[in-house]
């Protein structure tokens, strides 16, 4: 080990700070980058199987408005 | 080679593939960065001239190495979207881009917390900074640009053409040093030279910069895979594998 004491390896010299402000910050986004990865793809799943659930749009909708939306090309 | 570059083309082969490698990706990844990052915390040597303070360089060499290496993937990723039309290349793109920046901001917020005591400031307009300042600018314009078009090949070709526009402030970054007169110190790794710095240094270096690169593997292909998730939610064997649970 580099440092007599854990109080050394803390305080680094006065650098302790410094240091440590850096591997906070750095496992703090890390640590968000995957956990908002990991939820996302839950998310994207969880939408998908729901989507798969529910019965096709056509059957809820009510007989007799059958509405096509026409979008001219903007061509 | 060309088959295996057709089946790369192939998201369900690709999502198969991913899913094998994560594990493997990750739990190296992960020791081999705790090993890098201990190892330089509390057991490598104190520096000579900045004391303890360059303990950060074991963060920070690993973000900014990476950070700049994920720009040309990605610039290698709009290369072959322009050229061959392959949609795994714009999924990779649009998948990785958030995490570069992330590095980046890294790689620019522990440089500034280690220029405070070794130069007296935490910020200065020099070359390298400043060209590490409009990589970060970059990537958020890619970013942006690929949330802004909802239209997946116009936003793929649009982001494609910025990606490879970007690509020059690489080397800028990387010879900053050496064509200006800049406060940062010199590449600390060179492929053609013997490392500036003793063993007991540069290996935990080494491992840090070993278990990032495979955890942004991990967290590529993570990544990729939802956005594939999304991309091709209306294929019957998404369907089977959203049904299965997903994995």
Known sequence: MAFDSFGAFITMEGHGPYVWACYFVFFLLMGAVVFWSLRQRRFVIAQQRRRMDSPPMRDQSPAGASFTRIEPSQD | ?247
């Open chain 2, 1 to 247: 080679m060309w088959q295996i570059f057709h089946k790369l083309g192939s998201p369900k082969w690709f999502f198969g593939i991913a899913s094998t490698l994560m594990p493997w990706l990750l739990w190296i990844g992960v020791p081999l960065l705790l090993a890098g990052l201990g190892w330089g915390l509390a057991f490598a040597p104190q520096d000579y001239l900045q004391g303890n303070s360059y303990r950060i360089i074991f963060i920070h060499v690993p973000s900014a190495f990476l950070a700049q290496s994920v720009y040309i993937m990605m610039a290698v990723g709009g290369l072959v979207t322009l050229v061959w039309r392959m949609k795994l290349a714009d999924v990779f793109v649009k998948a990785v881009a958030p995490v570069g920046a992330v590095l980046t901001f890294l790689a620019l917020f522990t440089g500034a917390v280690w220029g405070k005591p070794t130069w007296g400031t935490w910020w200065i307009w020099d070359a390298r900074l400043t060209s590490m300042l409009i990589l970060l600018f970059l990537y958020f314009g890619v970013i942006a640009l690929g949330a802004a078009i909802s239209d997946e090949k116009s936003s793929a070709r649009a982001v494609a053409v910025l990606v490879l526009v970007g690509v020059v402030n690489i080397p800028i970054i990387k010879y900053s040093v050496e064509w200006w007169n800049t406060l940062h110190q010199p590449a600390t790794f060179k492929l053609t030279e013997k490392p500036s710095m003793p063993a007991e240094m540069w290996v935990p270096l080494l491992l840090s910069v070993l278990g990032l690169y495979l955890i942004f593997g991990w967290l590529a292909c993570l990544r990729m895979q939802t956005e594939i998730l999304v991309r091709e939610g209306r294929t019957r064997w998404v369907k089977q594998l959203v049904q299965a649970g997903g994995n």
